[in-house]
């Protein structure tokens, strides 16, 4: 029966974690396309990587700055996470 709760408690753990990330991943397109620097600051403070490829494969900075989406690009550019050379 303990085994059974534990099992049942990890995977509770894990849909949560996953689900954080799908809404982290929408969002952090969405932000970008609404120039929402903001946005994207406190997606990274929460853990994002912003260096995530779009579904189209084009990273977040990439998006930015085609859009342009100057506020963006900026809250990318200041972080040290993310990878300019992509």
Request: proline share 0%.
């Given at each position: 029966m303990k085994q059974?709760?534990?099992?049942?408690?990890?995977?509770?753990?894990?849909?949560?974690?996953?689900?954080?990330?799908?809404?982290?991943?929408?969002?952090?397109?969405?932000?970008?396309?609404?120039?929402?620097?903001k946005a994207i600051e406190a997606l990274i403070q929460r853990g994002f990587d912003p260096n995530t490829p779009s579904p189209e494969g084009p990273s977040g900075l990439y998006l930015a700055l085609r859009e342009p989406a100057l506020k963006a690009a900026e809250a990318l550019i200041d972080s040290p996470r993310t990878n300019l050379e992509i």
């Open positions: 059974c709760l534990k099992s049942l408690v990890y995977l509770v753990v894990i849909a949560g974690v996953f689900s954080a990330h799908a809404a982290s991943y929408e969002g952090f397109f969405i932000a970008t396309k609404r120039d929402d620097g």
